[in-house]
């Protein structure tokens, strides 16, 4: 009997995968200004990390202009920014590779100068802890945001679904919805982000109304077996967590999986909070040995993970796949290095969110040569 491992073919969805090695969605910050648009740079960013018959989610992207909430992060809500997606599409898709678009909304972790003068929006009027990143890039206090109107919500609900037709028209092969890392969804979910007292807050069923009727909606424009959802049960990144995880996310998990998604995309608690600082959590969960059990279809799981701790997270059937942020970012070739065991190139952190080419598109392949 052969071992499942990171170069085991696997049935994702609609998706045939040559191997589980997944670049998860990682900000970068790189999208034309003004516009929010994907552009050539970051096409060649994606193509250099494309495989045949790898899998990639595309970063995070705003679902309308009220979801923006950092400089430089790309939308999916005009014709503009359809097209730069199509260029990062078909340059993934030439080598071979697949590639779903991550749906985003900040919510609340958002500033007046990305949203016209506005105030960010929430399901309660609670300011997060700690700062945001303008749109000139000065770091400022989150300001209290407001409350969205329960009139509001089947709006937010459609602009989703738009976001999720523009993105079948970019080229994607699928989507992922955001309701991780603190951002609108999952401060729906959370009780110390959501203090409603409509049919969206209260009990665990109603917080988890909203991410439901998303993925219901996404799922009516792809078909449910070419979307996903990424999750962080336990995580605490920008001011998020909740205070006894598993009721809310069994519940929303095994509400999840009668809807018959494509994947469960899991943060490991461990590395909460890693885009903004090195982090390796200590005595908490895995996320993804404690909901497997509640879910049917595929398992993602993202976090601080290396060659051999994500071959054993396979072969014991914990997770389906393994995706590798950072060590994606600084290794184009990354599959193809976990297949030989060759040496890794170490990550630059001080390039993450920076501007321009550097500690973007210029990390050699294996070999030396440029990716």
């Given amino acids: 009997m052969t071992t499942t491992n990171l170069h085991t073919p696997l ?57 923006r909430g950092l400089p430089c992060t790309p939308g999916i809500h005009t014709p503009e920014q359809i097209a730069g997606w199509k260029l990062v599409t078909d340059t993934v898709h030439a080598k071979g590779g697949h590639m779903f678009l991550q749906l985003w909304h900040m919510g609340r972790l958002s500033h007046p100068s990305h949203l016209d003068g506005a105030l960010p929006v929430a399901p309660s009027a609670i300011a997060a802890k700690g700062e945001a990143l303008t749109a000139d890039y000065k770091r400022e206090p989150f300001l209290t945001p407001r409350a969205l109107a329960t ?27 955001h309701a991780a890392n603190g951002y609108l969804l999952e401060q729906f979910l959370q009780s110390r982000t959501n203090q409603r007292t409509d049919a969206y807050g209260g009990s665990i069923e109603n917080r988890c109304r909203l991410v439901l009727e998303v993925a219901q909606a996404v799922a009516g424009v792809w078909g449910a077996d070419q979307v996903g959802i990424r999750l962080s049960p336990y995580g605490i990144a920008n001011d998020s967590g909740e205070e006894e995880p598993m009721p809310l996310y069994s519940h929303l998990i095994g509400e999840l999986d009668r809807l018959g998604l494509a994947y469960l995309h899991l943060i490991e608690p461990r590395a909460s909070g890693a885009g903004q600082k090195e982090v390796d959590h200590q005595n908490v969960p895995s996320a993804a040995k404690l909901f497997r059990p509640l879910w049917r279809t595929r398992l993602i799981a993202a976090g601080n993970f290396r060659r051999d701790g994500a071959n054993q997270m396979l ?21 193809e290095r976990l297949r030989t065991g060759v040496e890794l190139t170490p990550y630059n952190r001080a390039t993450f969110y920076t501007k321009g080419p550097e500690g973007y598109i210029d990390y050699p392949m294996a070999d030396g040569s440029a990716a």
């Fill in 11 to 67: 049935a994702l969805g609609r998706l045939s995968l040559a191997h589980r090695v997944v670049m998860p969605p990682l900000t970068r910050m790189r999208a034309t200004p003004q516009t929010h648009a994907a552009n050539a740079l970051m096409a060649q960013y994606y193509g250099q990390r494309a495989t045949p018959g790898g899998f990639i989610i595309g970063e995070a992207s705003q679902i309308a202009p009220d979801g």
């Fill in 151 to 177: 009139s509001e919500i089947p709006g937010l609900v459609e602009r989703y679904a738009q976001a999720a037709r523009n993105a079948m028209e970019a080229g994607f092969d699928g989507v992922e919805i």
């Fill in 315 to 335: 072969a014991e059937g914990h997770a389906d796949a393994i995706a590798f942020g950072r060590l994606f970012i600084a290794n184009p070739d990354l599959p």
